[in-house]
């Protein structure tokens, strides 16, 4: 299996724009999940799918991001406008049906730079 | 919220040292707890998943142990390696299906 495939790994942008994340999960696991990692705040779960529905958005920092999950092996977690604060690597990770034994998989990770 | 914290931030040590690394949590509550390691702009690999029934999990030099009572966790790493070098995360799952992360122990093993 090809692992969790994120795109782009490395962006960069002025603030204002509007960035899109990309995320595949592995094929057959149920549950996605979106986490930002900066040094002050170390890992934030921000976003988690299950069965392509958002189940708990609550770390969604503000309107300004958005997550949708249109189908079982594609995600995109979207800012719009960036602010330089953004600036971080965004995570997407996967996980397969059985919940309480389940391991979380993670992939190499998008770093964003707002600039 | 549940709160994990680990200690130390960082550790340097001699090759061939055994070490410990510390995960503290403040609802026992949990599910399970895994362990990831970190290489520096990789994303993170799962060493260990203890579910919240188990004592402990072993994986070649690792080891991780869980005391829900106390609210700990410990890794333990035998005979390190320079290719132990890496962050190494803590992580509770405490309700649903969400993971609260601890900011990681930054491991060197020197020559």
């Known amino acids: 299996d090809a692992g969790v495939i994120q795109s782009p790994r490395h962006e960069v942008t002025e603030m204002g724009q509007e960035v899109t994340l990309r995320c595949k999960p592995i094929?057959?696991?149920?549950?996605l999940f979106w986490y930002r990692q900066t040094m002050m705040r170390g890992l934030e779960l921000l976003i988690y799918?299950?069965?392509?529905?958002?189940?708990?958005d609550s770390g969604m920092p503000e309107d300004r991001f958005s997550a949708k999950m249109p189908n079982a092996s594609f995600s995109t977690l979207k800012i719009q406008p960036s602010e330089p604060r953004d600036s971080a690597v965004y995570f997407c990770?996967?996980?397969?049906?059985?919940?309480?034994?389940?391991?979380?998989?993670f992939g190499e990770g998008s770093r964003l730079t707002v600039l | 919220k549940q709160e994990v914290t680990q200690i130390p931030a960082a550790l340097s040590v001699p090759e061939g040292e055994n070490l410990v690394l510390n995960c503290s949590f403040t609802?026992?509550?949990?599910?399970?707890l895994q362990w990831f390691r970190q290489d520096p702009g990789k994303g993170l690999t799962s060493l260990l998943l203890?579910?919240?029934?188990?004592r402990e999990q072993t994986s070649g030099r690792l080891n991780a142990s869980l005391d829900k009572s106390s609210g700990r966790s410990t890794l333990y790493i035998a005979a390190s390696q320079p290719g132990d070098s890496a962050t190494y995360l803590c992580?509770?799952?405490?309700?649903?299906?969400?993971?609260?992360f601890g900011k990681g122990t930054s491991l060197l093993v020197t020559p």
């Open positions: 990770a996967s996980s397969p049906r059985t919940r309480r034994a389940g391991e979380l998989f």
């Open positions: 094929s057959g696991h149920d549950y």
């Open positions: 799918f299950n069965n392509n529905v958002p189940i708990d």
């Open positions: 609802d026992s509550a949990i599910y399970n």
């Open positions: 203890i579910q919240s029934s188990q």
């Open positions: 992580a509770v799952y405490y309700s649903g299906y969400a993971l609260n």
